[in-house]
């Protein structure tokens, strides 16, 4: 009875073995009609593609891809300087994509901006007209996307941009003409007319002169000014485009002659400033730093080329107590920020991200090391050109001690030794840490240089990069 009932238990099962290779042939004979997918799946698809994979790929493959590629959600901003830096990745991964010269053309450029005028709400084109060559013809296409919010033009000229821009696209909240280097201050007389203007970028336009900041006084909505390399603007001018803007949040100067009034004014009458940034002003003394002891809003402060600050001055600022939601403290090429001013700094700025302290030349070792042991949230550090800095007191386990550390410059410390900075490397290869001749330090895995089990065989000594990468070389 047990025999009988065992070979029909094997029968049943062989039975049903025979069935499923019957089906799974089925299944893999029958031809799947991908197009019978919903929509929405294709458009998720979609989604995971760049821009330039979806004009230059998908678009040729079939009226219905041609025409799910075009959804809106994928065309609501355009980078045209990423778009065409794609193609150019395109085309070197696949050589029968037929694009001359693997570059996005003034007509790609006038069809994209006719197509999606009526939803484009960001445009972003800086220093893409002089890769791509766009002429005056061309750039007026902008003029066409009266929707958008985003608009930058960085390093592009046209003769009245901006007044035919600020006719025409009066949505307006943000705009970039950063290296823009041809504009006048005439070129702008127009711009009151963006009533919804909240950020303006003019930073390394440097014929702008005081007349230009009159232009701004009847914007409503203001909030970020960013003027990096614009050094023609004076005391006078500044404190009243302060006066006449109120509610700025980021504010962004430049120049020799600024002195410590304009400082000392954004910090006592601009309520809502977080972001304070100072360049290139030989003018400026410890009282403008000392001035911002008392807003507890401030995020980020940074004093470039400012020479004559004092430690005193900085350690006011920091003991006072009050600017506890520092994020970022930037200071560079000056001698007055020391250990006691870093001191100071680790006590009172618990939620520091990003600190920068170039070439100021008496920090040492003593001072970073009660930085990193205080504000763990650290992910940035930029120590270029402190020759005090060895590294033994902090560097070992810096890993460890600064869980979210992304970032360490330590270019031109001519002290701290290439060893320890590949070992931190090895250790967290997450890292972007740059050695003394400001190389970039990588890892290489033996996958990565193509070595594989040949590398059993080698010694442990031996060192090896990535090819075609340009870094200091790291052992394994």
């Known amino acids: 009875m047990l025999e009988v009932m065992y070979r029909q238990d094997n029968h049943e099962k062989e039975m049903k073995g025979k069935q499923l290779n019957m089906n ?24 995971y593609l760049s821009q330039a994979e ?4 998908v678009q040729d493959v079939c009226t219905a891809f041609n025409i799910w590629s075009k ?30 010269n693997s570059v996005v053309t003034s007509l790609n450029f ?36 009266t929707c958008i919010t985003e608009l930058d033009i960085g390093f592009c000229y046209q003769a009245d941009m901006i007044t035919k821009i600020a006719s025409s696209c009066t949505r307006l909240e943000d705009l970039s003409t950063e290296g823009c280097s041809k504009l006048t201050d005439d070129d702008f007389a127009d ?6 203007l909240r950020r303006l970028c003019v930073s390394h336009c440097p014929l702008l002169t005081n007349q230009f900041l009159s232009y701004l006084h009847e914007l409503p909505n203001l909030r970020d000014f960013l003027s990096d390399g614009v050094m023609h603007f004076t005391d006078i001018a500044l404190i009243e485009f302060m006066r006449m803007q109120p509610e700025l949040e980021v504010l962004i100067l430049d ?6 009034s304009v400082v000392c004014y954004a910090a006592s009458n601009l309520r809502h400033l977080t972001v304070f940034e100072m360049s290139f002003s030989e003018c400026l003394t410890g009282n403008s730093m000392t001035s911002f002891k008392e807003n507890i809003l401030i995020e980020r402060l940074k004093f470039r080329k400012c020479c004559k600050i004092s430690s005193r001055s900085a350690c006011d600022l920091f003991n006072a107590g009050k600017i506890r939601n520092l994020r970022s403290f930037s200071v560079t090429g000056c001698e007055g920020i020391n250990d006691d001013v870093l001191t100071c700094l680790s006590k009172c700025c618990p939620n520091l991200e990003s600190l920068m302290l170039d070439w100021c030349w008496t920090v040492t070792d003593k001072g970073l090391n009660t930085v990193i042991d205080s504000c763990k949230k650290l ?3 930029s120590i270029v050109g402190l020759y005090g800095i060895i590294g033994k007191e902090w560097l070992t386990r810096l890993d460890e001690r600064l869980p979210n550390l992304q970032y360490l410059d330590a270019s031109d410390c001519n002290s701290l030794p290439d060893e320890e900075l590949v070992d931190l490397v090895q250790r967290k290869r997450s890292l972007e840490v740059y050695t003394f001749f400001h190389e970039l330090v990588i890892v290489a895995t033996a996958e990565a240089s193509g070595l594989g089990d040949a590398l059993d065989n080698e010694s442990e000594d031996e060192e090896w990069i990535c090819p075609g990468e340009r870094g200091v070389k790291v052992a394994f």
């Open 379 to 381: 992910t940035k550090i």
């Open 191 to 196: 711009i009151c007319l963006l009533r919804n």
């Open 24 to 47: 799974s042939s089925l299944i893999v004979e029958t031809p799947v009609d991908w197009l019978s997918l919903p929509i929405e799946m294709w458009l998720k698809i979609f989604g």
């Open 71 to 100: 959804y809106f959600s994928f065309w609501k901003s355009i980078d045209f300087d990423k778009l065409h830096l794609d193609l150019k990745g395109l085309c070197e991964e696949n050589p029968t994509l037929c694009r001359p």
């Open 255 to 260: 120049g020799e002659d600024i002195t410590d």
């Open 54 to 57: 979806l004009l230059f790929i």
């Open 110 to 145: 006038c069809k994209m901006l006719d197509a999606y005028s009526e939803t484009l709400t960001g445009v972003i084109m800086s220093r893409f007209a002089n890769d791509c060559g766009l002429d005056d013809a061309t750039l007026s296409s902008l003029c066409s996307c």
